[in-house]
C-alpha cells in the first residue's frame, strides 16, 4: 500500500522516487513480518525508515502506513512505556 499510493502521489509532486526510495519504504513494510514476535524492536526500525524516507526529498504519501500499524500492534503487545519512548523519539 505504501509502495503504491506514494507511486500514484508522486505523479504530481516534483520530487522523485529513486531506488533508495523504494527500498526505504518496502523495507518498512516488509518489516511487519516481525511484529508478532518483536513489536518493539520492529517499531523502533520502521521508525527509522520512514524517517530516513521522509528527511529525504522524496515526495509524499502513506509513507507513514506501517509506522502506524506496528505503533498500535506494539501497544497491543508490547510494554506501553518503551513504545511511548519511540514515539515520543
Known amino acids: 500500500m505504501q509502495v503504491f499510493g ?3 502521489a508522486a505523479r504530481n509532486q516534483p520530487a522523485d ?3 533508495l526510495g523504494y527500498a ?5 513494510g516488509l518489516a511487519l513480518a516481525g511484529c508478532r514476535r518483536w513489536p518493539v524492536p520492529t517499531l523502533a526500525f ?6 530516513a524516507y521522509t528527511a ?3 515526495p509524499g504519501g502513506p ?4 509506522l502506524i500499524i506496528a505503533g498500535m500492534w506494539a ?5 506501553r512505556y ?8
Request: proline share 5%; glycine share 6%; aromatic share 8%.
Open 6 to 8: 506514494t507511486t500514484l
Open 82 to 89: 518503551a513504545v511511548w519512548v519511540l514515539t515520543a523519539a
Open 63 to 66: 509513507t507513514f502506513v506501517a
Open 75 to 79: 501497544v497491543k503487545a508490547g510494554p
Open 24 to 28: 526505504l519504504l518496502v523495507a518498512s
Open 46 to 51: 520502521i521508525g527509522a525508515a520512514t524517517l
Open 56 to 58: 529525504l526529498p522524496y
Open 17 to 19: 522516487l529513486d531506488l
